[in-house]
């Protein structure tokens, strides 16, 4: 088995990864999620679309 390193942090990892995963994952079934997501994380107002 190859194991490959590469020279960033877990956190620059993480930040090159969620976009994408959060994008792909993204249906009518999860956006309640994201919209909780937008709320908590960001202050974001609910009632914007």
Same mark, same amino acid.
């Not at 190859?2 to 956006?31: C, F, Q």
């Given at each position: 088995?190859? $194991? ?8 620059? +990892? ?5 976009? *994408? ?11 309640? *999620? ?5 709320? !908590? $994380?960001? +202050?974001? !107002?609910?009632?914007?679309?």
């Amino acid at each position: 088995m190859k $194991v490959e390193y590469y020279d960033i942090t877990h956190g620059e +990892g993480l930040a090159i990864i969620t976009p *994408r995963w959060m994008k792909h994952i993204l249906s009518e079934k999860t956006l309640h *999620r994201f919209v909780k997501y937008g709320v !908590n $994380v960001f +202050g974001i !107002n609910s009632s914007l679309d």
